[in-house]
Structures are given as C-alpha cells and as structure tokens.
C-alpha cells in the first residue's frame, strides 16, 4: 500500500492530526491512511458488565484498545490548563500550548463536548482549599477540566470517527504496526500485520509516518527507539494507588474543583507524589495490558453515579545510569501484585495498612465504602509495593488529609497496580522531527505529554506543520 502519510494509533494524538488537516480553510489533498490495533468506537465493548468480571479478551483489552485510544473510553476528562498535560510547553512554550488548547477545545465543542466548565466560578471555595493544601505541604493546580463523560466521549469520538471515514481517511481497524521501514537513515513507512493473525504482513509505504500509540504502545516504541537507534532518553513512570472515599468525604472538592490535582515532595524521599484522575461518583476499572497485566483506573459517567470517588495517587520514578528500563520495573512490580491476587486487582484499607495487616472480604462487607470493582480481591497491597513507593504514598495520603478531612480514614480503599507507563522521551525538535527523517512521534507515547487534551494539542500541531509543508506556508 502507498500513502502519502501513515499514522499508528486512532488515539487523540492520531486522529487530531488528521482532522486538522482535512478541516483547515485549504484541507489536504494528500492521503491519510490510519493503523489502529483496536475496533471502531461503536464496536467496543467491555464484557464485564454483564459477567461482572474480567475475561481477559484476547487479542487485546476494548477499554485501552480502538478508536479514540484509553484514556478517551475511561473517564474523558479534558485538562483545558497547560500547567496540566506533560512537557509539550517545554517545548513549544507555555503561552503557545495555552493557546492551542483553547484552539483545540473548540474543536471538541464542535464535534458535541458539553460546554459546562468544571473547576470555575468559586474563587473564594478555591482560595480556601488552597490555603488548606499549603498548610499541608502540597501545591493545588486549580485546572478548568471540561468533562466529556466514559458514556458521552464515545458518541464524540464516533463523530469523529465518521467524519474522517466521510473526508476520505483510511482506518485499518484490527492492524497493527510490527516495524519501522528504513532505507538510507529515512523512514519510508511501517510493516504492519492483523491484530489476530488471520492475514500475512504487508508494507505501507508513506513520506511520513507518524507514531501516535500511546501509554499502551509505550513499550513496543521503546523496543523500536533501541532497535533503529531513535534517539531518546529514558522517561518516567508513575508507580501507585487508586483511592476510593465516600462522596460525602471528598463533595467539597468535587463541587468546587470537580477533580483535584493536589502536589507533593513527602518526606523522607521527597519523590513527587500526585493525585490524577479524580472520579466523582465514579466506578473503580480493570486494564489489562498484552502481556496479561491488570492494572486499575476509574471512570466518570456524565449519567451513571456511585456512592464513592476514587482518584489515582501516583509517586514518579526517575532513573539514572546505568539503569534505562523503567517501564520494565514498572511492570515487575504490577506482575507481582497480580500473582499476589491470582491475576486481580487487589484493594487494602488504610488503616489496615497501617496496622500492619492484610484485609478480609468480610472487612469489606461491613466498611462505610463499598468498593465499585466487585472482582478485586482483599488482601495485602504492601506485599508487592516498593518500600519507597509505599512509604511516599502513606505519606502523601497524610497530607491530603489536611486538605481533605476524613481521606486518610480507617475505611478508604487503596486499590493496586495503579501503573501509568510513558514512553522515553523521544528527542525531537519543534516540528516533532525525530532524529530519523521523515518519522514523527506524537501523543503519550512520545514521552512528551499525558492526557487528552496535550495529545490532541500535539496532533493539532502536527497537522499544522504537515499542511504548511503541502502548501508551502
């Protein structure tokens, strides 16, 4: 197959590229083709609820996999504050990516985002939680989130979808990429094969390829950065909790701020720890990952409300030589905690964490908070956890308390491997050139940004810059 631009991965990243190229006052003439592993959005869909627990569904998991990528099908929330999102403003500037953001959030008002605005109009509610967290040691990142909603996101992105099949793009669903096609220190486009296997591979020959795969591809672009010798240098990963409270703990967050995102350097070794994600009256979730890693999120519906709110708290990793495979600890340390769990999610009590003990369903049974993942199992989370992960995390937890009364109870739930796996960052200049010509890296799985909206934002730009390049401008 020849094409004038492949893109791997139909994640927020990929597919911005595309629509900014095809909605544009002079929209591209040149053809797009799209390799997406997963389904289209209207063929995806979680068994789990109907059998209540995971099956595991080869070959690949419909919450992380398909149009609009894994963090689009979980809680769709988008961060509309470049202080939120990543290092692309590192590399673009702060005031640019501010007003990118704003650029590309009209474009998801166009395709039908709701135009509510959490996290705005109480300046005063804010001052005070602020002045809350400072006295606990913790920085507020009071961002305007505008949320999509699990439910509401995908009838967005299937407008989406439809609108690039409609403009001529050509979505491979059920393909994936396997290599890089090189000749001459160029890329000339990507081998790629059935997600199954039902077909032999063939080539796609392209002027510019385009990696967009995300955190679930952080992996396999790793392998590939150290087998063509991409330059890149190593990233970071998140090792963490999912914490799930009661609505009536967290209700003055949630209506004032709708998701918190509280900063912290605890003691004794002063890491970064962050919350991330927060669900109000939302549901605790199960990923699993190709090499059968469970790993837990949350997701947010704008209808469907539970009792309880969960957020992720997450303490960074940073290493340095001689090791370069933080995604593999990464892993290590959630296979541990899945064998621990006979292949599931595991949850623990705080305060039986800090009485030194496991937790027994029966615990749970007669617990103020209920747990929204029925298939997670009682146990001991301490026992698969670094002590210097943990111990940030207790800490942490702590704080928040000071912010939040009530969050570090005997009964909050601590929910485990919550793991979010970044590419390395791949070395680019402005223009998302790579140190190969003609091989672009976007989104997560670029190392440059996390989230939504930064990797709709870059793909924004990307579009823009392919589009100069066709007209000459």
């Known amino acids: 197959m020849n094409t004038d631009i492949v893109i791997i991965g139909a994640g927020p990243a990929g597919i911005f590229t595309a629509l900014e190229m095809l909605r544009g006052e002079r929209p591209t003439k040149q053809k797009i083709v799209i390799v997406e592993k997963g389904q289209p959005i209207e063929k995806r869909r979680c068994p789990k609820t109907q059998t209540r627990k995971c099956v595991d569904c080869k070959p690949y998991c419909h919450i992380t996999t398909g149009f609009s990528g894994a963090g689009a099908f979980s809680d769709g929330k988008l961060s509309l504050s470049a202080e939120v ?24 008002l166009d395709f039908g985002a709701d135009p509510h605005v959490e996290g705005v109009g109480n300046p005063e509610k804010v001052k005070e939680i602020r002045r809350r967290a400072i006295h606990a040691g913790l920085k507020l990142v009071d961002c305007p989130i505008r949320h999509l909603g ?12 439809l609108y690039l099949q409609e403009h001529s793009v050509d979505i491979l669903f059920g393909y994936e990429c396997t290599n890089l096609i090189l000749k001459d220190g160029v890329c000339r486009g990507v081998t790629v094969s059935h997600a199954a296997g039902r077909e032999p591979a063939f080539d796609i020959c392209a002027k510019h390829t ?15 950065c150290n087998e063509h010798h991409i330059a890149h ?11 799930e409270v009661r ?9 004032v701020l709708y998701e918190s995102k509280l900063i912290g350097y605890p003691q004794p070794f002063k890491n970064k720890v962050r919350t991330f994600c927060q669900n109000p009256g939302g549901f605790v979730s199960q990923e699993n990952y190709d090499n059968n890693l469970a790993v ?31 995604i593999a600890y990464a ?65 942490f937890i702590q ?44 989104g997560d799985s670029s190392g440059w940004t996390r989230g939504l909206m930064m990797a709709s934002v870059m793909g924004v730009l990307m579009g823009r810059k392919l589009l100069g390049e066709e007209f000459g401008n």
């Not at 009530?406 to 680019?428: D, H, I």
């Open 85 to 108: 999102g990543g290092a692309l403003p590192e590399l673009i500037g702060y005031e640019f990516a501010q007003e990118m953001i704003d650029y590309t959030d009209k474009i998801y």
């Open 210 to 224: 385009i990696v967009a795969t995300g955190r679930r591809g952080a992996d396999w672009l790793e392998r590939l």
């Open 296 to 326: 837990v999120n949350g997701h947010s519906y704008k209808e469907l409300k539970s009792q309880n709110t969960n957020l992720a708290i997450l303490c960074s990793h940073n290493f340095t030589e001689p090791f370069n495979q933080p």
């Open 150 to 161: 699990t439910e509401k996101a995908q009838d967005l992105y299937h407008r989406i979808e």
């Open 399 to 442: 704080a928040v308390d000071i912010v939040v009364p009530g969050f570090a109870s005997t009964e909050t739930l601590l929910y485990s491997p919550e793991l979010k796996f970044y590419s390395n960052r791949v070395k680019m200049d402005t223009d998302f050139r790579t140190s190969i010509d003609g091989l672009h890296c976007l």
């Open 247 to 255: 609505n009536e703990i967290i209700e003055d967050i949630n209506e």
């Open 331 to 395: 892993q290590k340390v959630g296979e541990l905690t899945n064998m621990l769990g006979a292949g599931h999610i595991m949850v623990q009590r705080y305060g039986d964490i800090l009485d030194g003990k496991r937790t027994w369903p029966k615990e749970l049974a007669f617990s103020n908070v209920k747990p929204t993942l029925p298939d997670a199992v009682a146990g001991d989370i301490t026992a698969a956890m670094p002590y210097r992960a943990m111990t940030n995390i207790i800490n």
């Open 233 to 243: 240098q190593p990233g970071t990963v998140d090792i963490g909790v999912r914490v």
